[in-house]
């Protein structure tokens, strides 16, 4: 919807009514009147937002005259008084220019804390990440080691049983042997 100028106002006409009663289309009345709401609306917006910006820029012309050590009264009412006779718009410009240059700034420094506090969190993730796999590790090696432990007495237990097994099958032989001996001896007897 377009912006309503003055002259669309002023030479606004409406159509008559059907029944050529005196007044006018309710319609064509309610939606003139809607465009003139929104214009109105929007450029009181305009307006505030300009205000609100002409306000910071004063402050901040205010702040900027302030830290240069605030000039001598003569020195700045020549130069508020020379602005406002010529219409020139250094000051504001050199205040927009300084709010930029602070937001800049006030931008780089966020930024910087946050890249530190990026690189603060990485660096915590990873000594958790290091710690959890140097506890898994000692845990993987306790558990080997314990299985190596049992695994080395089961392997002394079969040595002892193969020992105590051959000793005794050694001595069964021997006992067979000597009977068979025993035997031979008696039987060539005969």
């Known amino acids: 919807m377009a912006l309503l100028t003055e002259e669309d106002v002023v030479n606004k006409t409406f159509a008559e009514t059907r029944y050529r009663e005196e007044g006018y289309n309710q319609d064509e009345v309610d939606d003139f009147l809607d465009e003139v709401a929104e214009t109105i609306k929007q ?17 901040r012309v205010g702040e900027l005259e302030a830290g240069d050590n605030a000039p001598a009264p003569q020195q700045a009412a020549a130069p508020v008084a020379t602005t406002a006779e010529t219409g020139d718009l250094a000051a504001p410009a050199a205040g927009v220019l300084a709010l930029a240059q602070q937001l800049h700034d006030q931008y ?20 958790r990440i290091i710690k959890e796999a140097e506890d898994q590790h000692n845990r993987t090696l306790t558990k080997l080691e314990q299985e190596r432990g049992l695994l080395e007495r089961k392997i002394s237990e079969l040595r002892d049983f193969e020992r105590d097994y051959r000793s ?8 067979l042997l000597s009977n068979v001996e025993s035997g031979n001896t008696g039987s060539g007897n005969l």
């Open 43 to 59: 450029l009181s917006a305009e307006r505030d937002a300009l205000r609100e910006e002409l306000a910071a820029s004063k402050a």
């Open 108 to 127: 780089v420094d966020e930024g910087r804390l946050e890249g530190e506090r990026i690189r603060a969190e990485a660096s915590a993730e990873s000594a």
């Open 168 to 175: 005794r099958m050694k001595s069964y032989l021997e006992s």
